[in-house]
């Protein structure tokens, strides 16, 4: 299912209008989802309440859960709306598009789980997608959410020590 396709699915449920209710002033702030054969495929998709800063999230496969408020972890001094008039580069996109950089940059370092999120960062909204590869490393791509356009891709150790 592709990201859009969930939104408009949790904004269709009564988990969600409920919600909507009683956090008139939350906003869209992410959709996450990890491709690995041993889990679930299902978009997390997060909203920010800028009141209490807390980030709720909803997981959207068959059914809709909406998961307990959590404190916002977050870089920035701002969470970022996601703007979903700007996501014009679709999952399925995103997902070859990572792909194609993996096998072409970095051959030797296949993906064992694959963790995409859209959102909206410093550097714009972005397709964040990270391998966690065999060879114990990490490979970042990010992907401008309405260009196509490969913003940044860094392979980094899982074992790297920050000093």
Known sequence: MDFLEALEKLKQSTVFKEFSKEHKDSYLTHGFIMLDANIKKEWQIGYYSPKKDNIITFCVNGDIMQNPEEKVFKKE?????LDTSKIKVPFSEAIIKANEIQKKKHPKHEPIKKIYIIQHLSEGQIWNVTYVTQTFNTLNI????????IVSDNLVSLFRVEK
């Open 77 to 81: 001094k701002k969470v970022l709306k």
């Open 142 to 149: 990010k992907i401008d959410s309405e260009t196509g356009k």
